[in-house]
């Protein structure tokens, strides 16, 4: 797994045979998670939401404990006493503190004197260029500069690892790719004693862009599906030849692995079963994707990353629609490649009603909930039920929250395709308003 | 060690120059002058006062409270204090009790359903108790019938402001959480960098209303009835009370106009300014539009007294930051508490503790009480229940329109929702003899003319709950109801009521809940020797409380008690669930 280049360089963090469970639930979230992190390396998670790289993340921060497994910090010689800082999604700052208080928060609780504190504060506030915003509260700053003070917080305290928590992704494009940058700058000229930065991307781009090895995780449960070295020289170039087909290469990997075939412990494989994971996604974005890539330039067929940009979405929100497709037969993957199959192109040309029957022998024919839910009430004389009852079966396999969404999401798809109709304020299924 | 860390709220806007800038000398301003003798009034007046609260008990019998108008001033000025040092105790109460049923999971299970249920309990008909428990105290001293009122008022207020405390920190944002830990604050920093401030505004505001209700009490509680002997303490509750005795209506009105004044006062010189600072802890990533004015917070900024005014809070701070460990711990400590074996003695503790108070309960019950007395309570219950909920519903249909109208033109709700506030704020029992009179003039059935006296004081807020859900309903659904010619009942039905719903419910629980508490003050009322009562649980407690009769007055509480709950378990509460579902507009 390492190869002999960073052998060398000393460990900063082993996690060895990790898994954990949402609390109290059998729910498993992450499933035997080894990772080494040594001096010297930028290392990016990569994965979908779900697929528990934050809780990866939080488990290596020290903020949960995991349920088996062990994470912990190595001392090295020149780092006898390991720290970590975190930068977070949300920013998390303190909108009562003003941006000297917010950095000299974690010197503070250190008990560093109060004037070496402010000197240390201000040095961290120039460093990353906020001169001149010191007694600003954070309303009064913009996203990215807000994101800054995070960085500014998480550097001053001198942390040995530096974890990002999908830092860049409520910024907007151009103020994500500055702050990348001068991170990157940071990091390249040594102005920072970081020995390692930990950081957590849906988006692939930015792991390529930053990253000098990225894991990439599946879901349910997580896991470390693949493990991808970077060695293209910094600074690096998106519109590289060697760069885009990194980027393609990991739209594959991360589209392959769509059949979840866990054993279920009577045998059955989710495949055929009511437990199936079912990727959440509205009649509406189906559609919307279906035209898309029906229509020109794509005519049937496109690359995941062209599909991505053309839409304007992230991979982590791509993904499950292309897994929808997938698993209703209306397309399939080649490599990074989705090809719509004739049904769907059927549906892209079709009126609403034509939509509809399609959709709903889609649904009928591969979502075994649905057929589930189906063959119940046409089995009841009153082709009534609760749909209490299916959640509580749905619980047998799920966390309760979990089924909760599932039966909505399923919900949703019978009702457009008038497979058969729900009553929320009686919380029952029924057939009743198939007529209209 | 290192020199005291500083503390966010020493300091005014600019924290780093502000200490600095307080000490520079400069000309003194108009400012200077108004704040200068604003405080040094209000230290004089503070001391004179408090002298009166340590005399022996004896100077109550030697300088009796007199309908002189001249010392109503004086007489106010003790209510007052009375109301603000139950509202300290309040609020040390508050963040004690919340920060510990937020923090401890355990601490948790027990605080939250106490609260729940203390809020349902009358506290006027505990009077009787704590004033013999802290005589008790402070034998021969006023201290303690002060401390006893001083109860009873906290009793008002100290319940929904840690609930809502509570809630604040249950709801604190999840990546706060973790910035304090991963920066290793410790509790106690943990407790002044992020609970408290992030529960600031929400604990401002629910003092602010808990004061209101606290006025109800403080009119009540000043003249106590301990078995034979009447205590009087000087205040304008215990003056309106002798003013009552008397039929001095002109007192009366003396008594009136001087609560009107001083709940004008307390508000702009002493919530306004609150609330206008407290505006800084609202947790929001966006500059508000509309921040709260306030001329003293305002004058406070100008003069530079702001820091002065503040620094306690800040010595506070310092000194608790003091018992600070000496370094934070690297990584979180495990849940102890969450071992099974532990959990079961935790169970263990708490099932001998509620079967040793059922036994204990029922032993008392059943040497002082009998059945019947409990049929009579639940029956006179049932009474006040009729009333209660005609009440409620006759008030929701007139004060209903008249709030939609005054919500939905914006230019009349401003200048009407404080007007409607300082009605709740007023304590209506204050008002209870001009009704009285009125009665006796024209002979009128207590039984169903008393009745609208239990919701004098608390149907004002239906009213102010209205119109803010009528005020918030959204502007495009307003106009595409009078585009497609939406009007009459149609209107009503599918625009108006779906709009105000979760707002009408929150108010109409609120009112409810005060009017049960109401009822032992307005289903029994004197004038002179004219006396009126009407058939009810309040009357009831009121009469077993003026007899000395600790077990009813018990029995009644606690039936009370039991139909206050089942009115918000019942009816109030599906309800608001109700219309969260279903009526939600955003």
């Known amino acids: 797994m390492a190869t002999a280049a960073t052998a060398a360089k000393p460990?900063?963090?082993?996690?060895?045979?990790?898994?954990?469970?949402?609390?109290?639930?059998?729910?498993?979230?992450?499933?035997?998670?080894?990772?080494?992190?040594?001096?010297?390396?930028?290392?990016?998670?990569?994965?979908?939401?779900?697929?528990?790289?934050?809780?990866?993340?939080?488990?290596?921060?020290?903020?949960?404990?995991?349920?088996?497994?062990?994470?912990?910090?190595?001392?090295?010689?020149?780092?006898?006493?390991?720290?970590?800082?975190?930068?977070?999604?949300?920013?998390?700052?303190?909108?009562?503190?003003?941006?000297?208080?917010?950095?000299?928060?974690?010197?503070?609780?250190?008990?560093?004197?109060?004037?070496?504190?402010?000197?240390?504060?201000?040095?961290?506030?120039?460093?990353?260029?906020?001169?001149?915003?010191?007694?600003?509260?954070?309303?009064?700053?913009?996203?990215?500069?807000?994101?800054?003070?995070?960085?500014?917080?998480?550097?001053?305290?001198?942390?040995?690892?530096?974890?990002?928590?999908?830092?860049?992704?409520?910024?907007?494009?151009?103020?994500?790719?500055?702050?990348?940058?001068?991170?990157?700058?940071?990091?390249?000229?040594?102005?920072?004693?970081?020995?390692?930065?930990?950081?957590?991307?849906?988006?692939?781009?930015?792991?390529?862009?930053?990253?000098?090895?990225?894991?990439?995780?599946?879901?349910?449960?997580?896991?470390?599906?693949?493990?991808?070295?970077?060695?293209?020289?910094?600074?690096?170039?998106?519109?590289?030849?060697?760069?885009?087909?990194?980027?393609?290469?990991?739209?594959?990997?991360?589209?392959?692995?769509?059949?979840?075939?866990?054993?279920?412990?009577?045998?059955?494989?989710?495949?055929?079963?009511?437990?199936?994971?079912?990727?959440?996604?509205?009649?509406?974005?189906?559609?919307?994707?279906?035209?898309?890539?029906?229509?020109?330039?794509?005519?049937?067929?496109?690359?995941?990353?062209?599909?991505?940009?053309?839409?304007?979405?992230?991979?982590?929100?791509?993904?499950?629609?292309?897994?929808?497709?997938?698993?209703?037969?209306?397309?399939?993957?080649?490599?990074?490649?989705?090809?719509?199959?004739?049904?769907?192109?059927?549906?892209?040309?079709?009126?609403?009603?034509?939509?509809?029957?399609?959709?709903?022998?889609?649904?009928?024919?591969?979502?075994?909930?649905?057929?589930?839910?189906?063959?119940?009430?046409?089995?009841?004389?009153?082709?009534?039920?609760?749909?209490?009852?299916?959640?509580?079966?749905?619980?047998?396999?799920?966390?309760?929250?979990?089924?909760?969404?599932?039966?909505?999401?399923?919900?949703?798809?019978?009702?457009?395709?008038?497979?058969?109709?729900?009553?929320?304020?009686?919380?029952?299924f029924s057939l009743e308003d198939e007529h209209s | 060690m290192s020199s005291p860390d500083r503390f966010p709220y020493l300091t005014g806007a600019r924290p780093l120059p502000a200490f600095s800038r307080m000490l520079r000398l400069t000309r003194p301003s108009r400012e200077d002058a108004i704040a200068f003798v604003i405080l040094g009034g209000l230290s004089v007046v503070f001391f004179h006062a408090a002298q009166g609260t340590v005399a022996p008990l004896s100077t109550l019998q030697l300088a009796p409270v007199t309908l002189d108008p001249w010392d109503l001033p004086y007489y106010a000025l003790r209510t007052v204090m009375r109301m603000f040092a139950a509202l300290f105790a309040s609020t040390v109460f508050t963040l004690v009790v919340a920060t510990l049923a937020a923090r401890s999971r355990r601490a948790g299970q027990l605080i939250v359903p106490a609260l729940d249920i203390l809020q349902s309990v009358p506290i006027l008909g505990f009077l009787t108790f704590t004033v013999t428990a802290f005589m008790g105290l402070f034998p021969g001293s006023v201290l303690g019938v002060e401390c006893a009122s001083i109860f009873a008022i906290f009793t008002s207020q100290a319940w929904n402001m840690a609930f809502s405390f509570y809630q604040s920190l249950r709801s604190i944002p999840s990546d706060l959480e973790e910035a304090t830990m991963i920066y290793r604050l410790s509790p106690i920093r943990r407790f002044l960098k992020l609970d408290l401030p992030f529960g600031t505004p929400a604990l401002v505001w629910n003092a602010m209303m808990s004061m209101s209700g606290g006025w109800f009490f403080v009119v009540a509680s000043e003249a106590m009835t301990v078995g034979n002997t009447k205590v009087t303490l000087p205040g304008i509750g215990s003056y309106l009370d002798l003013a009552i005795a008397h039929q001095n209506f002109h007192a009366v009105a003396w008594a009136v106009g001087t609560m009107g004044l001083v709940i004008v006062a307390y508000d702009q010189l002493f919530f306004r300014p609150i609330v206008a600072w407290a505006d800084r802890f609202r947790f929001e990533m966006t500059a508000s539009a509309e921040r709260p004015h306030s001329w003293v917070f305002d004058i406070l900024r100008k003069t530079r007294l702001l820091p002065v005014v503040l620094s306690p809070l800040g010595a506070i701070g310092r000194m608790l930051l003091a018992f600070e460990p000496r370094a934070g711990s690297r990584r979180i400590a495990p849940d102890r508490t969450a071992r099974p074996a532990f959990e079961w003695a935790w169970k263990v503790v708490v099932g001998i503790a509620v079967l040793v108070a059922l036994v204990l309960t029922a032993r008392y019950a059943m040497r002082y009480l009998t059945w019947h007395d409990a049929l009579v309570a639940v029956a006179y219950a049932s009474f006040t229940m009729i009333r209660v909920l005609v009440l409620i519903a006759l008030a929701s249909c007139i004060w209903v329109p008249i709030g939609v109208w005054i919500g939905l033109r914006p230019a009349w709700a401003e200048r009407l929702q404080p007007l409607a506030q300082f009605l709740a704020a007023f304590p209506a029992n204050v008002l209870f003899p001009f009704v009285v009179i009125a009665l006796v003039r024209w002979n009128l059935t207590p039984d169903i003319w008393l009745s609208p006296l239990m919701i004098l004081g608390t149907q004002w807020y239906i009213l102010f709950n209205v119109i803010a859900g009528a005020s918030a309903i959204p502007t495009d659904l307003r106009e595409a109801a009078d585009m497609f010619h939406v009007s009459g009942w149609q209107w009503w039905r599918q625009v108006a009521i779906p709009g105000i719903f979760p707002y009408y419910i929150t108010g109409a629980l609120t009112a409810s809940g005060g009017s049960w508490n109401a009822s032992i003050v307005a289903e029994l009322v004197t004038w002179g020797n004219h006396r009126l009562v009407a058939h009810g649980l309040g009357s009831y407690i009121a009469e077993a409380t003026s007899a000395g009769d600790y077990a009813r007055v018990a029995l009644g509480v606690g039936v009370m008690s039991v139909f206050v709950l089942g009115f918000n378990r019942l009816l109030w509460r599906p309800l608001y669930a109700y219309g969260e579902r279903r009526m939600r507009l955003t």
């Not at chain 1, 090895?213 to 991808?228: D, K, T």
């Not at chain 1, 199936?276 to 994707?289: F, I, K, Q």
Request: overall charge negative.
């Open chain 1, 11 to 428: 460990l900063l963090v082993e996690v060895k045979g990790l898994r954990h469970f949402y609390s109290g639930q059998d729910h498993l979230v992450l499933d035997d998670v080894n990772l080494e992190l040594t001096h010297g390396e930028i290392v990016g998670l990569l994965g979908r939401s779900g697929s528990g790289k934050s809780t990866l993340l939080r488990s290596i921060a020290g903020l949960i404990r995991p349920s088996e497994g062990i994470s912990r910090l190595v001392p090295a010689p020149d780092v006898p006493d390991p720290s970590v800082a975190m930068v977070f999604q949300t920013f998390a700052l303190f909108p009562w503190l003003t941006v000297l208080e917010n950095v000299e928060l974690g010197l503070e609780a250190q008990k560093v004197p109060t004037a070496l504190a402010r000197k240390r504060a201000l040095a961290a506030i120039d460093l990353i260029g906020l001169d001149g915003f010191e007694n600003a509260y954070p309303k009064e700053l913009s996203g990215g500069m807000r994101q800054r003070v995070g960085l500014a917080r998480a550097l001053v305290v001198d942390p040995s690892l530096l974890l990002m928590d999908e830092p860049f992704s409520a910024l907007d494009v151009l103020t994500a790719e500055t702050l990348r940058t001068d991170l990157l700058d940071l990091w390249a000229e040594g102005k920072v004693p970081i020995k390692s930065i930990l950081i957590v991307t849906h988006n692939i781009e930015e792991a390529v862009l930053m990253c000098d090895r990225i894991l990439v995780f599946s879901s349910n449960p997580g896991r470390v599906s693949s493990e991808i070295k970077v060695d293209l020289p910094q600074p690096r170039d998106r519109l590289e030849p060697a760069f885009r087909a990194l980027v393609d290469d990991i739209y594959a990997r991360m589209t392959a692995r769509t059949e979840i075939t866990a054993p279920m412990r009577d045998g059955q494989t989710q495949a055929t079963s009511i437990a199936m994971v079912l990727p959440r996604v509205s009649t509406n974005t189906l559609a919307g994707l279906i035209e898309e890539v029906d229509g020109t330039p794509f005519d049937g067929r496109a690359s995941m990353s062209e599909l991505a940009d053309s839409l304007q979405l992230e991979a982590d929100e791509l993904f499950p629609m292309a897994e929808l497709l997938q698993l209703l037969r209306f397309a399939e993957l080649r490599g990074a490649e989705l090809v719509l199959t004739p049904a769907a192109r059927n549906y892209a040309q079709g009126d609403v009603d034509q939509r509809k029957a399609l959709f709903a022998q889609a649904l009928m024919a591969h979502v075994p909930l649905v057929q589930h839910i189906r063959r119940v009430l046409d089995e009841r004389a009153s082709h009534e039920a609760p749909a209490r009852r299916f959640r509580d079966e749905l619980e047998d396999y799920m966390s309760e929250d979990y089924a909760e969404e599932t039966l909505r999401n399923v919900t949703l798809w019978g009702r457009y395709a008038e497979i058969f109709s729900y009553d929320e304020e009686a919380d029952r």
